[in-house]
């Protein structure tokens, strides 16, 4: 039977813009530090992507993920003393969370937010690649033909940018509209 007392707890942690890059790796980062010191996770979402009030270490922006967690009092310093040595991790805020109910926590579940966002950002970046690629094998067709075959045409409309489009239209016809 162990005396050791356990809490829960709120951890805020800020991360460079530049994890958005690479979300996988960031959040992989994060529940490495906190199983390191023992903690049990709760809850864990991305929270926000905003402009800093100040800049850190270079950074204007910043991602941050709200955690909760369950864990023995004494692996806080622990927690503390491993996000403090991390070169990814910009800062960190752990707050005691015993007076949250229990529905404010669960609603704050984001796990599934996250793999729909690292989905899509990886169908974005393969969209970009293939794209791209595509966009240069079209060069060296046309830099191969002879001056009198090559077209001068506008390179096609992407469907990013028609669905820009589509939506500015919209917009402006509401307020043209109202």
Known sequence: ??????????????????????LQGAIDHLKTILDKSGITIINFRKWDDRRLA??????????????????????????????SQSE?????????????PTEIIEANDGAKEIATEIKLRGDQSTEKCSSSSSKISHKDDESSKPKSEQTTE???????????????????EEVTEG
Do not use: W
């Open 1 to 22: 039977m162990s005396n050791e007392r356990t809490g829960l707890y709120e951890g805020m942690f800020l991360f460079p813009q530049s994890a958005t890059a690479n």
């Open 54 to 83: 100040y800049e850190i270490d270079g950074n204007k922006r910043g991602v941050y993920f709200l955690v909760y967690f369950n864990a023995p009092t004494e692996s806080i310093s622990d927690l503390e003393r491993r996000c």
């Open 154 to 172: 506008e390179p096609a409309e992407t469907e990013e940018d028609a669905s820009i489009e589509s939506k500015v239209e919209e917009i402006a």
């Open 88 to 100: 990814e991790m910009l800062r960190m805020m752990v707050t005691r969370a015993e007076h949250l």
